[in-house]
T-cell receptor, first 115, second 112 residues
Framework: NAGVMQNPRHLVRRRGQEARLRCSPM?????VYWYRQLPEEGLKFMVY????????ESGMPKERFSAEFPKEGPSILRIQQVVRGDSAAYFC?????????????FGPGTRLTVL | QQQVKQSPQSLIVQKGGISIINCAYE??????FPWYQQFPGKGPALLIA?????SEKKEGRFTISFNKSAKQFSLHIMDSQPGDSATYFC???????????FGQGTTLQVKP
């Protein structure tokens, strides 16, 4: 039973480029969460999605960041015109039940480096 | 009110000792409190979790103690082993929102 899968595991972008991070939830899980971990810091919530719907995006920066979870395929976190401050580890988690009722299982993360 | 405060920031324990990490929260809407273990370069892994209707939960060497009136909870690692060396995060979530609010993390080193 595969866990949460994220790709790529490492991503290097130059300032101004776009970064696309993918997350495939565990089988049977329809709730996806994205978190960001800055160096030497804890994890910060970014966005919570259910299939085709954004449930809570209160942690997303207002500009340049977007997320989707289409009916088919993985969830995508998209960062446009990246800046050095976007360098971080981005983790995706999934749960079977939503609204805090289900355990959240994390993927291995994508480590984004902006040059 | 959404914060979860975790202490200590770092902890060194001898093999066989007890490791204790503490967390405090403010938001009384939180109703699920998990602990995650993270090794360098890896994602957080769920270790143990508790709901506020119980004061203690034990799984193997790991125990959560929960004090609802004080809005505090702690992780105890009994008979700590070098393999337990990792960063530990407490978290809290409200069933109204679903988003995990994490503490700042504790880096645990268990010396052989």
């Amino acid at each position: 039973n595969a866990g949460v899968m994220q790709n790529p595991r490492h991503l290097v972008r130059r300032r101004g480029q776009e970064a696309r991070l993918r997350c495939s939830p565990m089988k049977g899980h329809s709730h996806v969460y994205w978190y960001r971990q800055l160096p030497e810091e804890g994890l910060k919530f970014m966005v919570y999605l259910q299939k085709e719907n954004i449930i809570d995006e209160s942690g997303m920066p207002k500009e340049r960041f977007s997320a989707e979870f289409p009916k088919e395929g993985p969830s995508i976190l998209r960062i446009q015109q990246v800046v050095r401050g976007d360098s971080a580890a981005y983790f995706c988690a999934s749960s079977k039940l939503g609204q805090g009722e289900g355990e959240q299982f994390f993927g291995p993360g994508t480590r984004l480096t902006v040059l | 009110q959404q914060q979860v405060k975790q202490s200590p920031q770092s902890l060194i324990v001898q093999k066989g000792g007890i490791s204790i990490i503490n967390c405090a929260y403010e938001n009384t809407a939180f109703d699920y409190f998990p602990w995650y273990q993270q090794f360098p370069g890896k994602g957080p892994a769920l270790l143990i979790a508790i709901r506020p209707d119980v004061s203690e939960k034990k799984e193997g060497r790991f125990t959560i103690s929960f004090n609802k009136s004080a809005k505090q909870f702690s992780l105890h690692i009994m008979d700590s082993q070098p393999g337990d060396s990792a960063t530990y995060f407490c978290a809290a979530v409200s069933s109204n929102t679903g988003k995990l609010i994490f503490g700042q993390g504790t880096t645990l080193q268990v010396k052989p």
